[in-house]
């Protein structure tokens, strides 16, 4: 009685049909648990940023102020992204504030000893391979698929602009590593 054709009564329990309930996750979005990964994930990450931005000072304050200007343009969107995600998962305000706050932490001791380390050639060079695996990590992972997963009427237009947009990134990274490379000699 009321019941969906999707749904079949076993024992008194309607079954819930899989689709429904993916609709259900997406539009309620994440719950505590979640949050705590999310932030936790975050974390790790900004201890990353934190040691290639230290490394980065240490190699010279134009190489830092330039890490430091990326940094930013990279963190900006994934902590507004992360504080919706948090305010989503049906946290309090505050308690998405401290969880951000918390999660941002780990990039002064990041920094404490991406200066320490980087003092060494060779471990500046080891610091900024593990930072650029982590942007490939970022690019593989996270733009990919989401390039992917992008419908449109102008597949190859589409594909042109992404394309251009990656080409473009890594355009502007060579010109500063180029431009870095100058400075030392």
């Not at 190859?156 to 251009?164: H, I």
């Not at 590593?177 to 400075?183: N, S, T």
Request: charged letters at 15%.
């Amino acid at each position: 009685m009321g019941e969906t054709p999707e749904q079949e009564v076993k024992d008194g329990d309607p079954t819930p049909d899989p689709a429904h309930s993916r609709e259900e996750l997406t539009n309620h979005g994440p719950g505590p648990a979640q949050a705590l990964l999310l932030s936790a994930g975050g974390a790790v990450h900004r201890l990353a940023d934190g040691l290639a931005l230290g490394s980065a000072f240490s190699a010279s304050g134009s190489a830092g102020a330039a890490a430091g200007a990326g940094l930013a343009l990279h963190e900006l969107p994934r902590a507004l992204s992360d504080a919706l995600l948090l305010s989503q998962s049906g946290l309090g305000t505050r308690k998405v504030v401290a969880l951000a706050v918390a999660a941002a932490l780990p990039v002064l001791p990041g920094v404490v000893a991406g200066l320490a380390l980087g003092t060494a050639p060779a471990a500046r060079t080891w610091l900024a391979a593990v930072g650029g695996g982590f942007l490939l990590h970022l690019a593989l992972c996270h733009m990919v698929p989401a390039m992917l997963s992008v419908r449109s009427r102008r597949p190859w237009a589409l594909l042109a602009l992404q394309s251009l947009g990656l080409i473009g990134g890594w355009a502007l990274l060579l010109l500063l590593a180029l431009a870095e490379g100058g400075d030392e000699h």
